[in-house]
């Protein structure tokens, strides 16, 4: 009977109509939670026979929610710099746990504290997870999970950082006395050519043990001057005499350094080899562009060094940390000294929206998403990353009272068509009277 279908219709309206006004308390009581995505209820007729007939029976509705997970929310600033919001698409890379087999969650709630241990977590527990750098800042995307590593800074305190640049910017007087005798390589690094100008820095081997290196000048020549690096004392590598490199610096009629008539190796990163056992990485040497007056130079000033020194040593205490909008998280110690730890990545999907939601705002993947992939900020469609910010909540509050309004009626409807029925199927049991 097309009446017992009408029934069935309220009852389907009353189930579809509550469905409804619980993604409205769902977004209403998250309205101030940290990069939320609103739920919308999306309706679909259910259908009991769709073809043309006399007689019609009702099939009701149903409702489905649907979770604009694509929508941004708006960026808003805060005092922390481990706050984070991601500027287009992607997620944070979350686990429940600091271990490689606890579930992992993909969120974009990056209100990132480093808790009692000096994890990074966000204010539903979850995990931050990154690649952690070698001592060059380098790292290697496998697209693996397993490569990812918690991330954590309070580990570094007391440790050791090696040398991994230096940098000179050096004026060599060009008006100096032109050395007139022989000169051999090795001879300033043993003494027995004494340099127009030498300038000692401080490098530092893995274990943060300290070492003197030169850097020794001679002026052989209009624009022409010989440059030797080496150890001091010599016992301290492998190398013969400690002398590392040794050449030609030449320079320009202007003054800037002139790198093709200079011998290339002497700009060459240095591979040293310490004698105490403990291990190095090659020394990045910034000596200038060819043809720039930002490292070394030959002008009229006395031979001086203007600005530069190397990288290393015993890291201090952490003082701050920084994120760069490519996702390079960099310890920030008390002695103003600065290392780059771990590199962030971002997870994206090819569907988004199919995304499973957990508890504490986060997702997991399924077949609906897509298969996942990580990439650093800003490569291959990733979002870039926004410091000192956090993503607000999509919700319209307004909008969210008018849907209030829209569905309390409708189930008043559906009752009303309950209650009616009910009548109508009273006047039909009231015929055997």
């Not at 993947?365 to 800003?378: D, E, L, V, Y």
């Not at 291959?380 to 849907?403: I, Q």
């Amino acid at each position: 009977m097309s009446l017992y279908s009408a029934l069935y219709a309220g009852v389907s309206g009353l189930s579809a109509q509550s469905s409804a006004m619980a993604t409205v308390a769902d977004n209403i009581t998250n309205i101030n939670t940290v990069a939320y995505k609103g739920v919308e209820a999306q309706f679909r007729t259910l259908v009991t026979d769709g073809r043309t007939a006399s007689s019609y029976s009702a099939g009701g509705v149903a409702a489905t929610p649907i979770t604009q997970v694509t929508k941004q929310g708006l960026p808003q600033a805060t005092g922390s710099s481990t706050d984070l919001a991601i500027n287009g698409d992607g997620f944070f890379i979350t686990r429940t746990g600091t271990s490689g087999n606890d579930p992992v969650a993909y969120t974009r709630a990056g209100s990132f504290k480093p808790d009692e241990q000096g994890f990074m977590r966000n204010s539903s527990g979850m995990y931050l997870y990154g690649w952690r750098l070698d001592a060059t800042g380098s790292y290697t995307n496998t697209g693996s999970l397993d490569t990812l590593s918690p991330v954590r800074l309070s580990d570094l305190v007391g440790t050791a950082a090696p040398s991994t640049k230096l940098e000179a910017r050096i004026n060599l007087q060009s008006d100096a006395t032109t050395y007139a005798g022989a000169y051999t390589a090795g001879d300033m690094a043993s003494g027995t050519v004494t340099p127009t100008f030498t300038r000692p820095f401080t490098v530092y081997d893995s274990q943060g043990g300290s070492h003197q290196l030169n850097m020794s000048f001679l002026k052989t020549g209009a624009n022409s001057w010989k440059m030797e690096t080496y150890m001091v004392p010599a016992s301290d590598t492998t190398a013969p005499g400690g002398l590392l490199t040794s050449g030609t610096v030449a320079f320009n009629g202007d003054g800037s350094l002139n790198r093709t008539g200079s011998t290339a190796a002497l700009f060459n990163p240095l591979n040293i080899t310490y004698t105490n056992g403990a291990t190095s990485v090659p020394i990045n040497l910034q000596l200038g562009d060819n043809g720039g007056i930002n490292g070394l130079t030959s002008f009229g000033q006395p031979s001086s060094m203007i600005r530069g020194g190397a990288d290393g040593g015993i890291l201090g205490n952490i003082a701050a940390t920084d994120i760069s909008p490519d996702g390079v998280v960099s310890a920030i110690f008390d002695d103003g000294s600065t290392r780059k730890v771990f590199q962030l990545p971002v997870a994206t999907f090819p569907n988004p929206n199919g995304l499973t939601r957990i508890s504490g705002n986060a997702y997991t993947g399924n077949r609906s998403s897509g298969t996942m992939t990580m990439n650093a900020p800003g490569q291959l469609g990733a979002g870039k990353l926004l410091s000192n910010t956090l993503e607000a909540s999509t919700v319209d509050l307004a909008g969210e009272f008018t849907n209030m309004i829209r569905f309390q009626r409708a189930y008043s409807a559906s009752s009303k068509i309950i209650t009616t029925v009910d009548d109508m199927l009273r006047e039909v049991s009231d015929l055997k009277r």
